[in-house]
């Protein structure tokens, strides 16, 4: 069965970096891309961006430019997600999802998500 | 950035009853939407794509419709495990975008 699992919470000071891995199995980590969501407290799901794990190309939200890297090892079917210059509007529950269909298909819904890590930005 | 307006806010229902949520897009989107379920402290979980098709094991009693900027899930009957928040996302340009979430709450 289809499983993404997370690394664990973290808190971080304002300025700081934190990078958030999701452990995929049970499917061919390299055939769909990997899509990053955060979700911050009371608020709906926001889009950070993805990775296709089969070359490491990667796009981001506008929003996040300059400030959020993607990468994966496929070696470990893992994939990354770094965040810079974190202040306390980051603080949110960071999540992984899966595209639904392969990486030959355009956009798509999500169909499997991780747990979630709760990243808290405080001083 | 497409904009999604979901509606209402909250919405109160009791078990059995017919439940409609609205999502609108700010400019057109085909059918590429879907809809999710979460409950707190979980995950989104994939309702329907594609503005009506029904994801695999997901009950029958969810339904989407629409096209365009306009569409609706719909909970024909409710049910206790529904009790949840609902979120609409757009997927057509190579962007997502989700709305602000419906709360299903007990009547």
């Known amino acids: 069965q289809v499983q993404l699992v997370q690394s664990g919470a973290e808190v971080k000071k304002p300025g700081a970096s934190v990078k958030v891995s999701c452990k995929a199995s049970?499917?061919?980590?390299?055939?769909?891309?990997m899509h990053w969501v955060r979700q911050a407290p009371g608020q709906g799901p926001e889009w950070m961006g993805w990775i296709n794990p089969n070359n490491g190309g990667a796009k981001y939200a506008q929003r996040f430019q300059g400030r959020v890297t993607m990468t994966r090892d496929t070696s470990l079917s893992t994939a990354y997600m770094e965040l810079s210059r974190l202040t306390s509007d980051d603080t949110a529950v960071y999540y992984c999802a899966r595209a639904r269909l392969g990486i030959a298909a355009s956009g798509q819904p999500f169909d499997y998500w991780g747990q979630g890590t709760l990243v808290t930005v405080s001083s | 950035d497409i904009q999604m307006t979901q509606s209402p806010s909250t919405l109160s229902a009791s078990v059995g009853d017919r439940v409609t949520i609205t999502c609108r897009a700010s400019q057109s989107i085909n059918s590429w939407l879907a809809w999710y379920q979460q409950k707190p402290g979980k995950a989104p979980k994939l309702l329907i794509y594609k503005a009506s098709s029904l994801e695999s094991g997901v009950p029958s009693r969810f339904s989407g419709s629409g096209s365009g900027t306009e569409f609706t899930l719909t909970i024909s009957s409710l049910q206790p495990d529904d009790f949840a928040t609902y979120y609409c996302q757009q997927y057509n340009s190579n962007s997502w975008t989700f709305g602000q979430g419906t709360k299903v709450e007990i009547k």
């Open positions: 049970g499917y061919t980590f390299t055939d769909y891309y």
